[in-house]
C-alpha cells in the first residue's frame, strides 16, 4: 500500500512572514524588498542612479533661486519708497480723471455713472443732437 502525504496546514502573521525572510529574499506576491545602509554620505551619493543625482541637482539649484528671488524680493520691499507722481502732467491727469467722477453714486450699484457721471454733467448733450460725437 501505497504512503499518502500529510500536510499540517500554518498560518503566518505578517511579522512572522517578515521575520522569516533574509535580506533579498522575495515576498509570496513577487516583490522583492532590499534595506541597504550605506556608512557613509560618499556611499550613499555613490549608490544613487545618474536621474537621482541630477533629480537633487536640480532640486538644491530651485532651491537656491527661490532663496535668491525670496531675498531679492525683500530687499526691494525694504528699500523702495511709495513713489508718487507730482509731475504736471501727472496732476492734470489726475485733475480731468477725478473731475469725471461723480462721488455721489454708488459705484457697486452704477459704475458708469460713478466713473463719467461728473463728465456727463459737465458736458451736456446739445440741443438737436441725440449724442456726443464729431
Given at each position: 500500500?501505497?504512503?499518502?502525504?500529510?500536510?499540517?496546514?500554518?498560518?503566518?502573521?505578517?511579522?512572522?512572514?517578515?521575520?522569516?525572510?533574509?535580506?533579498?529574499?522575495?515576498?509570496?506576491?513577487?516583490?522583492?524588498?532590499?534595506?541597504?545602509?550605506?556608512?557613509?554620505?560618499?556611499?550613499?551619493?555613490?549608490?544613487?542612479?545618474?536621474?537621482?543625482?541630477?533629480?537633487?541637482?536640480?532640486?538644491?539649484?530651485?532651491?537656491?533661486?527661490?532663496?535668491?528671488?525670496?531675498?531679492?524680493?525683500?530687499?526691494?520691499?525694504?528699500?523702495?519708497?511709495p513713489?508718487?507722481?507730482?509731475s504736471?502732467?501727472?496732476?492734470?491727469?489726475?485733475?480731468?480723471?477725478?473731475?469725471?467722477?461723480?462721488?455721489?453714486?454708488?459705484?457697486?450699484?452704477?459704475?458708469?455713472?460713478?466713473?463719467?457721471?461728473?463728465?456727463?454733467?459737465?458736458?451736456?448733450?446739445?440741443?438737436?443732437h441725440?449724442?456726443?460725437?464729431?
Open positions: 500500500m501505497e504512503q499518502m502525504s500529510t500536510y499540517k496546514r500554518a498560518t503566518l502573521d505578517e511579522e512572522d512572514l517578515v521575520d522569516s525572510l533574509s535580506e533579498g529574499d522575495a515576498y509570496p506576491n513577487g516583490l522583492q524588498v532590499n534595506f541597504h545602509s550605506p556608512r557613509s554620505g560618499q556611499r550613499c551619493w555613490a549608490a544613487r542612479t545618474q536621474v537621482e543625482k541630477r533629480l537633487v541637482v536640480l532640486v538644491v539649484l530651485l532651491a537656491a533661486g527661490l532663496v535668491a528671488c525670496l531675498a531679492a524680493l525683500g530687499i526691494q520691499y525694504q528699500t523702495r519708497s513713489s508718487v507722481c507730482l504736471e502732467a501727472c496732476v492734470s491727469v489726475t485733475s480731468s480723471i477725478l473731475s469725471s467722477m461723480d462721488p455721489t453714486v454708488d459705484p457697486c450699484h452704477d459704475f458708469f455713472s460713478y466713473a463719467c457721471g461728473g463728465w456727463i454733467k459737465a458736458n451736456p448733450v446739445p440741443d438737436g441725440s449724442r456726443w460725437g464729431t
